[in-house]
Nanobody
């Protein structure tokens, strides 16, 4: 069992940067992949990025490639999402999720979800 907890959301100007953190706990934590999803009001939850704990392979949505970087700190059991060159369309609630993973891009690949953290990018 893994319980992700997100933090680091806030208000930032367009073009600015923000770093989200996801702390996870659980005895089987090392077997999981970790993913970031976002959901804006009136829109479907969408995949942002993912990373595997074993190898550290990363996966990104096309919309954030070159701007966002996902990383992990195994010693701290924490996953980070560094967001640079933020745009107003990045405004959403960001969720951290843990799961076994297959494609890493589907909600169904994940079993445990955090509470979400709000990211607002102003024009």
């Amino acid at each position: 069992q893994v319980q992700p907890v997100e933090s680091g959301g806030g208000l930032v100007q367009a073009g600015g940067s923000l770093r989200l953190s996801c702390a996870a706990s659980g005895r089987t934590f090392s077997r999981y992949a970790m993913g970031w999803f976002r959901q804006a009001p009136g829109k479907e939850r969408e995949f942002v990025a993912a990373i595997t704990w074993t190898i550290g392979s990363t996966y990104y949505a096309d919309s954030v490639k070159g701007r966002f970087t996902i990383s992990r700190d195994s010693a701290k059991s924490t996953v980070y999402l560094q967001m640079n060159s933020l745009k107003p369309e990045d405004t959403a609630v960001y969720y951290c999720a843990a799961g076994g993973g297959i494609s890493y891009r589907r909600e169904s690949d994940y079993d445990y979800w955090g509470q979400g953290t709000q990211v607002t990018v102003s024009s």
